[in-house]
């Protein structure tokens, strides 16, 4: 079936890292992908990385991914308040069109 | 490119009437997504089109619902008539199989009309 999953909340302190997780259920996914929502806005892609890959970084972003496991984990060094907001992990649907399965979402809140 | 727009931005109304949603893709896009987000069923899929013919409604809540798609440049999700159940953000998104250096389908969102019905 297609399931995305991720955990509802993180809090992190300033400065600290974060690391938002997610488990996936589709192993012929060719891409996944990362999307950010702030409040009162739509979702943006963040970053994605291709199948074949482990590991992507785009500066603060660092996104790792355990094919044999599904999972997939995007690390932010040095959070910033302007981080918080909602983090969306998604994959491409391989049973055909170009459907992508998003998570709940994780509300990453970052504190003093 | 403006991205993908959304019209209105807010819209209040009251249980029973007709509530027309707008959107306009970014060109050239062929894949066109309706998605409603509320705090309890976070984001669902309504409906999704391909050059204009819709793919999957499985996500449409009943036959209140419906979208239309007559151009590769516009789509409408209606509801009619509304209820206080509906108010949620409704956001639309487009895609194209091309990737331009990123992500193949890479979805690209508008900013969601916000709909409360009373």
């Known amino acids: 079936g297609e399931d995305v999953e991720q955990s509802l909340f993180l809090s992190v302190r300033e400065g600290d890292s974060s690391v938002i997780n997610c488990t996936y259920t589709d192993s012929s996914s060719t891409y996944l992908y990362w999307y950010k929502q702030e409040p009162g806005a739509g979702l943006q892609l963040l970053t994605y990385i291709f199948s074949n890959m482990d590991m992507k970084q785009d500066q603060r972003l660092t996104v790792l991914l355990n094919k044999k496991d599904k999972h997939l984990s995007l690390r932010i060094a040095d959070t910033q308040t302007g981080d918080s907001a909602i983090y969306f992990c998604?994959?491409?649907?391989?049973?055909?069109?170009?459907?992508?399965?998003f998570g709940a979402g994780t509300r990453l809140a970052v504190h003093p | 490119d403006a991205g993908v727009i959304q019209s209105p931005r807010h819209e209040v109304t009251e249980m029973g009437q007709e509530v027309t949603l707008r959107c306009k893709p970014i060109s050239g896009h062929n894949s066109l997504f309706w998605y409603r987000q509320t705090m309890m069923r976070g984001l669902e899929l309504l409906i999704y089109?391909?050059?204009?013919?819709?793919?999957?409604d499985s996500g449409m809540p009943e036959d209140r619902f419906s979208a239309k798609m007559p151009n590769a440049s516009f789509s409408t999700l209606k509801i009619q008539p509304s209820e206080p159940r509906d108010s949620a953000v409704y956001f639309c998104?487009?895609?194209?199989?091309?990737?331009?250096?990123?992500?193949?389908?890479?979805?690209?969102f508008g900013p969601g009309t916000r709909l409360t019905v009373l």
């Open positions: 998604a994959e491409r649907f391989s049973g055909g069109y170009n459907k992508l399965i």
């Open positions: 089109f391909n050059n204009n013919v819709p793919i999957d």
């Open positions: 998104a487009s895609s194209s199989p091309a990737t331009s250096g990123g992500a193949r389908d890479t979805q690209y």
